[in-house]
């Protein structure tokens, strides 16, 4: 096989920076799509933990390229400073290219992105506030400034002088705020630039004549199915396009180079921020999953909500990106609950639906139907076979790909890269 979309089937934070890692070894190039610093991908390797934002996970081993690319939202100080955090600790990031389309983050998306959340009250979608919203704004209505306007000069003072006159209108007439400057931002980001600069590549070219010399290449989704801007749970969802499709655009491969689309999953269910969520428990059970999974974000550390696994929701996710592989992840933190239950349909009213709704008022008002299974006492940390599994969570694997008819290749039941059951070849 030679390219794998690897993304996420319920609302984020499944396990991808895991399994990117894990696949990553046998890949030879490792390509980052959509979103921006929002997403955070912890991946311990030899058991050191890592924490990243916005370079793919990929970049902890040497020997492998690793993309930034055109659907990615860039805030140049962040990457700057992930490349620093890595660099320190002692990894090479030499082989990091970056897309010229990619779009930049500027200041004055950090402040839109709080501006807007204040204004939408009690409708506030709970962002990262990294003014990931804003800039893929700005990109649809073709005033955003590319990485390829940063690195020349009177393109980027055009642009930027354009964005601020009207940025700066509604910072001081709407908002009563202070005008950003043009001098303070034009200085500071062709700094940037020049730091950046020996990285800046047509990143679609590179991947295309990796994949047609044989080379092996996995795109790391960030966010998840239900946080598409089309697909995901609207208008609680992100800006971009976390379903497979979104590689493609997102890196700017045609859909026929892709093999195979790999879901991760969680054994349970879990969101940051607002919005609907069927099998959220709001209960010890509930505290006891986040306090066994570590459920607090990566990004900006807020505690995740926890509930039951939602097998419609995982249909879903494998309806609209054709997922042929699960990763199932934390499998582990399910041990000690004596019964374990699986959402495989919602009640609204005196109706019983069955598939994901399109209308999110419906989706407000879906209760949860379960099936009960019964569940394990056992450790299951350093099982590595999948058949030395205690029965009851196997059998739990089994109903999930029973319920959502794709087979769960990899099951994670920790979070070292050797805490992984493999049941079959994904590259
Ligand atoms: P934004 O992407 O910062 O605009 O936030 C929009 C929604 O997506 C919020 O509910 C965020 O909590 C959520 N979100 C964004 N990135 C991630 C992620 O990587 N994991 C989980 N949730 C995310």
């Known amino acids: 096989m030679a390219a794998v979309v690897l993304i996420g089937s319920q609302w984020g ?29 912890t991946v311990v390797a030899d058991g050191e933990e890592f924490k990243l934002h916005l370079i793919p996970s990929g970049i902890l081993y040497s020997d492998k390229t690793c993309v930034i690319g055109n659907g990615v939202v860039i805030d140049p100080k962040v990457l700057l400073e992930e490349l620093g955090y890595l660099e320190k600790r002692g990894i090479k990031t030499g082989k990091l290219l970056i897309s010229s389309n990619a779009h930049v983050i500027m200041p004055y998306h950090w402040v839109l992105d709080g501006l807007e959340e204040e204004a939408r009250g009690a409708n506030k979608i709970g962002t990262t506030k990294r003014g990931i919203g804003p800039c893929y704004m700005d990109k649809a209505s073709r005033i955003g400034i590319r990485i390829i306007d940063l690195l020349d000069k009177e393109e980027f003072a055009e642009k930027l002088r354009l964005n601020l006159v009207q940025k700066n209108n509604l910072f001081v007439k709407v908002y009563g705020l202070e005008a950003l400057k043009f001098e303070d931002i034009y ?159 919602y009640r609204v009213g005196e109706e019983i639906i069955r598939e994901f709704p399109q209308s999110q008022k419906i989706f407000n008002k879906s209760q949860p139907i379960y099936e009960e299974m019964p569940g394990w006492q056992e450790d299951l940390t350093s099982v590595r076979r999948f058949e030395d599994l205690p029965e009851a969570a196997r059998n739990y694997i089994l109903r999930i790909e029973e319920l959502t008819d794709a087979p769960a290749t990899l099951v994670s039941i920790g979070p070292g890269r050797e805490q992984t059951i493999v049941r079959g070849e994904i590259f």
């Open 187 to 345: 200085e500071t980001y062709l700094g940037y630039a020049e730091q950046l600069r020996s990285m800046v590549t047509d990143s679609s070219l590179a991947i295309d004549q990796s994949i047609r010399s044989g080379g092996k290449v996995l795109f790391e989704g960030a966010q998840g199915t239900l946080l598409d801007i089309d697909h995901g749970t609207y208008p609680f969802v992100t800006s971009s396009n976390p379903i497979a499709g979104g590689a493609c655009i997102g890196a700017g491969v045609g859909p026929t180079r892709i093999d195979r689309v790999v879901g991760v999953i969680k054994a349970y269910t879990t969101r940051v921020g607002e919005g609907p969520f069927p099998t959220e428990l709001l209960d010890g059970t509930g505290d006891q999953m986040q306090a066994n999974g570590h459920e607090f974000g990566t990004t900006t550390g807020r505690p995740r909500r926890c509930g039951w696994f939602d097998a419609v929701i995982a249909r879903y996710a494998v309806r609209v990106s054709g997922i042929s592989d699960f990763a199932v992840m934390k499998l582990d933190v399910l041990t000690g609950f004596d019964t374990l239950k699986i959402c495989v349909g």
């Open 13 to 41: 934070d499944e396990g991808k920076g895991k399994v990117t890692d894990f696949l990553a070894e046998r890949a030879n190039v490792i390509v980052r799509c959509q979103g921006g610093n929002n997403a955070g991908h």
